[in-house]
C-alpha cells in the first residue's frame, strides 16, 4: 500500500508532467518557440524526406542519429516471416527538450546478406511476432552510415487522447483495433500514431513518399487484432 507523501509525489509528478505537455509551444500553433524536437514539429521536406526530432528520416544516418539522441542503443536485425530482412537500432533513453522518451530507428538495409549478418550476429531471439531477433553489436562501426527510413517514438509519460489531438491536429482516419487500441494516421504528415487505453501511446514516423507502407503495417495490425476478436 502506498503511503500518504508517497501517493502526494506521484500525483505531484504526474499534474507537473501533464502541465509541461501541454503548455509547449510549437510553431505549429503560431507562437514564439520555447523548446525544440518535439514530437509534434514535423516538416515536410519533400517526398522522400521528413524533418522530426532534429533527424531527416530518409537522410539522416545512424551515426547522425547517435549525436542527436545522445543515448546508449542497441543494433539488431530481423529474419521476418517472408524471408526479408530488416535492420533497427534502439535507442533505450532519448531526453530532447526535456521530454524522455524511447526510439526505434528501422534503418536501410540494402545489399546485406543473412550470410553476412549470421556471422557477426548474437544469440538469436524469437519475438512474438514470430520473427528471428539477432543483436549486431559487433558492427556498429560499420553500419553507422545506414539511412533511417522510419522512425517509432514512444514517450515514457502517457499521453491524454485530447492533448494528442491538440497537438497533431484531427486525424486523417482513425482505425480501431480493439477496445483498448485505435490508430490515428495522418498521411500528410507521414505519421500514424497508436493510441492505447492500457499502455503507451506510439508515434511513427516515415517519409509522405512511404506512408503507404506505413499504412499496410498499420492495416496487417488491425487485421490480425479482428481475427484474434473471431477467433476468441
Known amino acids: 500500500m502506498f503511503k500518504p507523501t508517497t501517493l502526494i509525489i506521484v500525483l505531484i509528478l504526474f499534474v507537473s508532467g501533464y ?3 501541454s503548455n509547449l509551444v510549437t510553431p505549429q500553433e503560431g507562437s514564439t518557440v520555447r523548446v525544440k524536437n518535439l514530437p509534434w514539429q514535423i516538416t515536410v521536406v ?11 528520416v530518409g537522410q539522416s544516418t545512424l551515426d547522425q542519429a547517435d549525436k542527436i539522441l545522445k543515448s546508449e542503443f542497441n543494433l539488431a536485425w530481423f529474419e521476418n516471416q517472408d524471408d526479408s ?9 532519448v531526453s530532447l527538450s ?6 526505434l530507428l528501422e534503418l536501410d538495409s ?13 544469440k538469436p531471439e524469437i ?32 499521453l491524454d487522447p485530447e492533448m494528442i489531438k491538440s497537438r497533431f491536429g484531427q486525424a486523417e482516419e482513425q482505425l480501431v483495433a480493439d477496445e483498448n487500441t485505435e490508430f490515428w494516421l495522418y498521411p500528410q504528415k507521414g505519421l500514424a500514431i497508436s493510441i492505447n487505453k492500457k499502455g503507451k501511446e506510439v ?17 496487417a495490425t488491425v487485421e490480425h487484432a479482428n481475427q484474434l476478436k473471431k477467433s476468441g
Open 110 to 122: 540494402d545489399g546485406l546478406t543473412k550470410e553476412y549478418l549470421l556471422k557477426h550476429s548474437g
Open 19 to 21: 502541465w509541461f505537455y
Open 203 to 219: 508515434f511513427q514516423y516515415i517519409p509522405v513518399g512511404n506512408f503507404d507502407r506505413l499504412k499496410q503495417s498499420v492495416m
Open 46 to 56: 519533400d517526398e522522400q524526406t521528413l524533418h522530426v526530432l532534429d533527424l531527416n
Open 98 to 103: 526535456g521530454l524522455r522518451a524511447k526510439v
Open 127 to 158: 519475438q512474438d511476432s514470430r520473427t528471428i531477433k539477432y543483436p549486431l553489436d559487433d558492427l556498429v562501426q560499420v553500419l553507422g552510415n545506414r539511412v533511417i527510413r522510419s522512425l517509432t517514438y514512444i514517450p515514457l509519460s502517457n
Open 85 to 93: 530482412i530488416s535492420l533497427e537500432a534502439f535507442f533505450i533513453r
